[in-house]
């Protein structure tokens, strides 16, 4: 009986069948198909045959992992936002100085307390940022001047247009933008480009900044 079921082991082999669908179909251990079938020649056919249900097999686990990746990040995309649907946008005062404060922490300027210096090229970050620091301080929309930091082969003008929406700041309030030198060797169609905002008003600075010292202090 096992003489038969090597035999039938190694004609399936001669036809193209991987060690998996031999192991499956004649209920044997996949070292064993692998031990009777070592010596076996395959024909050109049997190998096209084994080479296409090989990348079958790894498109299958991939298109797997893909949709397990997802069902993931959809997961803790859901519980993210019904936890921050029961802070924002109601969050308080000294709270939004709080996300300011260590957003400014990461990407804002240091070298002065006479100024807030914000870059970022995060559309998403930049609105983040200010609505929490609009919140926290109480701003005035006059204090605020931009620049942005754009390629050759951005159009100012529509890119001012665009960070202006996004920060609420005037257009008479952006300077002249720097153009950084491009190579030309590669393009990205969806960066917006990087804006600076400064915002001058050296008590509002220096609040942030005695915050940013305080937080550094609490895990000494």
Same mark, same amino acid.
């Given at each position: 009986?096992?003489?038969?079921?090597?035999?039938?082991?190694?004609?399936?082999? @001669?036809?193209?069948?991987?060690?998996?669908?031999?192991?499956?179909?004649?209920?044997?251990?996949?070292?064993?198909?692998?031990?009777?079938? $070592?010596n076996?020649?395959?024909?050109?056919?049997?190998?096209?045959?084994?080479?296409?249900?090989?990348?079958?097999?790894? #498109?299958?686990?991939?298109?797997?992992?893909?949709?397990?990746?997802?069902?993931?990040?959809?997961m803790?995309?859901?519980?993210?936002?019904?936890?921050?649907?029961?802070?924002?946008?109601?969050?308080?005062?000294?709270?939004?100085?709080f996300?300011?404060?260590?957003? !400014?922490?990461?990407?804002?300027?240091?070298?002065?307390?006479?100024?807030? @210096?914000?870059?970022?090229?995060?559309?998403?970050?930049?609105?983040?940022?200010l609505?929490?620091?609009?919140?926290?301080?109480?701003?005035?929309?006059?204090?605020?001047?931009? #620049?942005?930091?754009?390629?050759? !082969?951005?159009?100012?003008? $529509? $890119?001012?247009?665009?960070?202006?929406?996004?920060?609420?700041?005037?257009?008479?309030?952006?300077?002249?933008?720097?153009?950084?030198?491009?190579?030309?060797?590669? #393009?990205?169609?969806? !960066?917006?480009?990087?804006?600076? #905002?400064?915002?001058?008003?050296?008590?509002?600075?220096?609040?942030?900044?005695?915050?940013?010292?305080?937080?550094? $202090?609490?895990?000494?």
């Amino acid at each position: 009986m096992k003489l038969a079921i090597k035999e039938k082991a190694i004609a399936l082999r @001669k036809r193209g069948y991987s060690l998996r669908e031999i192991s499956e179909q004649l209920f044997i251990a996949k070292s064993t198909a692998s031990l009777w079938t $070592q010596n076996v020649e395959m024909p050109k056919s049997a190998l096209k045959r084994l080479e296409s249900r090989v990348k079958k097999c790894v #498109i299958i686990s991939s298109q797997k992992h893909i949709a397990t990746t997802n069902a993931e990040r959809d997961m803790f995309f859901g519980k993210a936002m019904k936890k921050i649907k029961n802070r924002f946008p109601n969050i308080s005062v000294d709270e939004s100085k709080f996300y300011t404060t260590l957003i !400014y922490w990461c990407e804002g300027a240091k070298s002065t307390d006479n100024v807030i @210096k914000f870059a970022n090229s995060d559309p998403k970050l930049v609105l983040f940022f200010l609505a929490v620091f609009r919140k926290g301080f109480g701003l005035k929309l006059e204090k605020f001047k931009a #620049i942005l930091h754009l390629h050759e !082969y951005h159009n100012e003008k $529509q $890119q001012i247009k665009f960070w202006s929406k996004i920060t609420g700041i005037p257009i008479d309030q952006f300077y002249h933008s720097y153009h950084k030198p491009h190579t030309g060797k590669r #393009i990205k169609p969806d !960066y917006p480009g990087c804006i600076t #905002i400064n915002y001058y008003d050296k008590i509002v600075a220096r609040e942030v900044f005695g915050l940013i010292k305080a937080f550094g $202090q609490i895990y000494k």
